[in-house]
């Protein structure tokens, strides 16, 4: 098995806001915890960035008024942002109501704070990583069984994810076609046997598997494992931050 280990940012965030003061506090913070930021001060580029990248962090400045419950909005219906972790940055008790009914998970209230931001990066810690963890490829390399056609074959995976894997054999498969995938997920003894569908292949042999169900504790073995593989290459002292408050 061979992975790779290099540093990565923990999270990538999104803040909507056009008050010059809050967008220094927030990303300074946020720089602290290794999460990425691109800072939006227009609420419609705010709404075609939501529907153009992923983040798994939104943070929206209530000062923007109206706009702000609509950007919440669209991300709750967002295919690739509606189970971000989402903040709010409210100054009033109506606000804090509106960004909760809107779809908010987290309220930071002014005046703004540095143990405060802190703090609700931390209760958000869990979220976060399941968010990362879900467009999270792994590059590894492990032994895969496919049975497809009437047809055995052995590949090799180049990289393992919560939803599928990509693999390399001899023989290459038509993009829609059924298979059984069977393998082990590394450094453990769970088997995995599961139906995917074949949703890319590029002709040599390389094709892009997606798992149609796996059974729950294999789920929750891979998603385990993977987190682990995770938060290997993320900066070290910034997951002991997180954990120091968030063991489990």
């Known amino acids: 098995m061979q992975a790779a280990s290099h540093s990565a940012p923990v999270a990538n965030a999104l803040l909507v806001s056009a008050n010059e003061a809050t967008i220094e506090q927030i990303t300074d913070c946020l720089r602290q915890f290794a999460i990425r930021v691109e800072t939006c001060v227009v609420p419609s580029t705010?709404?075609?960035?939501?529907?153009?990248d992923h983040f798994e962090v939104v943070i929206v400045d209530f000062e923007l008024g109206n706009a702000a419950r609509e950007i919440l909005e669209l991300l709750r219906r967002s295919r690739s942002n509606q189970t971000a972790a989402a903040f709010a940055i409210t100054g009033r008790s109506p606000e804090t109501q509106t960004a909760f009914s809107a779809g908010s998970n987290f309220v930071l209230e002014r005046p703004l704070s540095a143990e405060a931001i802190s703090r609700s990066?931390?209760?958000?810690?869990?979220?976060?990583?399941?968010?990362?963890?879900?467009?999270?490829?792994?590059?590894?390399?492990?032994?895969?069984?496919?049975?497809?056609?009437?047809?055995?074959?052995?590949?090799?995976?180049?990289?393992?994810?919560?939803?599928?894997?990509?693999?390399?054999?001899?023989?290459?498969?038509?993009?829609?076609?059924?298979?059984?995938?069977?393998?082990?997920?590394?450094?453990?003894?769970?088997?995995?046997?599961?139906?995917?569908r074949v949703c890319w292949s590029d002709g040599t042999g390389r094709m892009g598997l997606q798992f149609r169900s796996l059974p729950s504790e294999q789920k929750l073995q891979l998603e385990e494992w993977l987190t682990c593989r995770l938060e290997e290459i993320l900066p070290e002292d910034v997951v002991r931050m997180f954990q120091l408050t968030n063991p489990s």
């Open 46 to 52: 705010a709404l075609h960035v939501l529907n153009r």
């Open 121 to 196: 990066l931390r209760a958000a810690y869990g979220m976060i990583m399941r968010e990362r963890r879900r467009y999270f490829r792994c590059p590894v390399v492990i032994s895969v069984e496919l049975r497809a056609e009437g047809a055995e074959f052995q590949c090799n995976s180049f990289n393992l994810s919560e939803s599928g894997m990509a693999v390399s054999g001899p023989h290459g498969l038509r993009s829609g076609s059924e298979v059984t995938v069977d393998f082990t997920i590394p450094e453990s003894a769970t088997d995995v046997r599961t139906e995917a």
